[in-house]
């Protein structure tokens, strides 16, 4: 009698585990985005033009963290993306130089941030940042703070389906 009142809480236990293993497994069997890169995005661009979407980033932001948790690892968001988008991850406060259409970006000290994110985020240093470039490298827009899934995929629905060549986000909200 005693025995049986030890193994009711262990098998509550290991069901607990095993249901904890099994979630954890199938989260990482599940798509991923297919991040790139700027200088790959841009070449893969010239062969295959999609527009871009960068998530501009920094290492210390809770937000960002938050953010590709939920929002970048949503799997409506993740088919969407890898359908329609070269998808890019840019560290604001990266080092590393990036070479565009021959002009190359560096960190800047007196900015504490890169050249590059700060041009694409026109100097109003946000983040996260989600900035939408169409298929020639033209800025669409920047839209700056967390961004949750069903709202992402609103935006990239907005600009991957040319919505914004013919109405405002305004009325695409309404619409949809």
Not at 35 to 57: C, G, H, N, R
Not at 105 to 129: D, F, I, R, W
Not at 137 to 151: Q, R, S
Request: glycine share 6%.
């Amino acid at each position: 009698m005693i025995k049986r009142l030890y193994l009711l809480p262990l098998l509550a236990v290991l069901l607990v585990l095993s249901g904890f293993t099994m979630s954890t497994l199938t989260y990482d069997k599940g798509e991923k985005i297919n991040w790139l890169t700027m200088e790959e995005a841009a070449a893969k661009t010239k062969k295959q033009p999609k527009k871009v979407v960068i998530d501009v980033y920094t290492d210390w932001c809770g937000w960002c963290k938050k953010m590709d948790k939920s929002t970048f690892s949503d799997p409506a968001v993740v088919a969407y993306i890898n359908k329609n988008y070269y998808a890019v991850k840019l560290d604001a406060e990266g080092k590393s130089p990036i070479t565009l259409n021959g002009k190359t970006y560096t960190y800047n000290p007196q900015y504490k941030a890169h050249e590059l994110a700060v041009a694409l985020l026109q100097g109003q240093m946000s983040y996260p940042t989600t900035v939408y470039l169409d298929e020639q490298f033209n800025m669409l827009t920047p839209v700056p703070g967390y961004i949750d899934a069903p709202t992402l995929t609103k935006i990239l629905t907005y600009f991957g389906g040319n919505h914004h060549k013919s109405m405002t986000w305004q009325e695409f909200e309404k619409k949809k």
